[in-house]
């Protein structure tokens, strides 16, 4: 991303504490955020799809970078602005960071957790957490695109779609807000408003692979294979060094009948990353569809079904929380079948009723049902 005197917005990883400030012409690394000015432009890789835990206000002109604050760890956004000051010294001390309030340094805590919590898998627990965060501070926009990921995970698709838009009321054309209204409304199966969401991401930070597969997979859920093979042949070419962009390239190869383009994308992407989960599954996923590959019309209708396995419907994803009567149905049938098997065993030892061999294996087997069918909606979870 070229930077002169321009606004621009970034969402990292971890700044500040624990990468070195090096000399000249400023370099800032960490683990998931590398950014480099030297003259008049700056180079920027940071992730796209989670928010981060440190704020860190960076100031450039036009001929280096200057940091003006290391802000208290554990908010979400970094912010690169041109303020045109005078230019400062090498050397020169740089201001103290503000004090955060004992309030704001809670909620910084509690993002920071909530993040741990999401990284880990453990949504949920994440959304507990956040729950009161934006309750108490609505205008926090960390927090609701970290509540737009937890529901994302827990497939409350229209909750995350209203957090996610929450938070783009907050920060209007923010990359990292576009990403995640885009991804709920492709949850949802409203495609031509994830396509324009995603569009629109890619146009404020063009060529950054996050956004641009994103755009891919906006297009390849609402069958538009075309489209995404040219937006993410583009994003593969520009972003060579990503190989989540060359499996999602490869999966539009094969949703256009290229298997064999497929398989070469997913190879560079396992060069890239060894042993990438995502390309060895769709990998496996390729090489048992050509078995099925004799002549054109079969590669035809193997591409077709490959494509169609990719496309969300008008109705949206079936998510953890769309199908909420059939989880609660098995918990009251569990419920009443183990209320009932208590009551006959207190009417056979206490009363001494005796009660037909028949009631108690049907009593039995309908418990063992709800049984497995409660732990079955439990474990979609």
Do not use: K
């Not at 146009?203 to 994103?214: I, Q, Y």
Request: hydrophobic share 45%; proline share 5%.
């Amino acid at each position: 991303m070229r930077v002169d005197h321009a606004a621009a917005v970034l969402h990292g990883g971890a700044v500040g504490r624990d990468g070195p400030l090096i000399g000249a012409g400023y370099e800032v690394r960490s683990q998931s955020l590398h950014i480099r000015v030297q003259v008049d432009e700056a180079d920027v890789r940071h992730p796209v799809g989670r928010p981060d835990r440190h704020d860190l206000s960076l100031r450039f002109r036009g001929m280096g970078l200057l940091l003006v604050g290391n802000h208290t760890i554990g908010t979400g956004a970094a912010a690169v602005e041109d303020f045109r000051q005078p230019e400062r010294t090498r050397g020169e001390p740089l201001p103290a960071p503000h004090a955060a309030d004992h309030h704001g340094v809670q909620s910084e805590n509690l993002l920071d957790r909530a993040g741990d919590l999401l990284s880990n898998g453990q949504a949920g627990q994440a959304a507990t957490l956040l729950a009161p965060v934006v309750g108490a501070e609505p205008g926090n926009g960390v927090a609701w695109l970290l509540m737009a990921r937890a529901r994302m995970a827990l497939g409350a698709h229209a909750e995350a779609l209203e957090a996610a838009r929450t938070a783009l009321n907050l920060h209007p054309h923010g990359i990292e807000e576009l990403f995640w209204v885009s991804a709920a409304y492709t949850a949802l199966g409203r495609h031509d408003l994830a396509v324009t969401a995603a569009a629109a991401a890619s146009d404020e930070e063009p060529g950054h692979p996050r956004l641009a597969e994103r755009h891919g997979r906006a297009l390849l859920a609402a069958a538009r294979t075309t489209e995404a093979v040219l937006v993410l042949e583009a994003a593969a070419e520009i972003a060579h060094y990503d190989a989540d962009v060359q499996v999602t390239y490869g999966m539009a190869l094969f949703a256009v009948g290229r298997p064999l383009s497929a398989r070469e994308a997913y190879t560079r992407a396992l060069r890239l990353s060894p042993g990438h989960p995502r390309a060895l599954a769709e990998l496996r996923r390729l090489s048992a569809a050509e078995r099925h590959i004799r002549d054109a019309d079969s590669l035809v209708r193997v591409a077709d079904e490959f494509a169609e396995s990719l496309r969300i419907p008008a109705g949206g994803l079936r998510g953890a929380s769309d199908p909420p009567v059939l989880q609660h149905v098995a918990r009251v049938a569990f419920g009443v079948c183990l209320a009932a098997l208590l009551l006959l065993a207190v009417l056979i030892r206490v009363a001494g009723v005796d009660v037909p061999a028949q009631l108690l294996i049907g009593t039995f087997t309908i418990t063992g049902a709800t049984a497995f069918l409660t732990a079955y909606t439990q474990l979609r979870r």
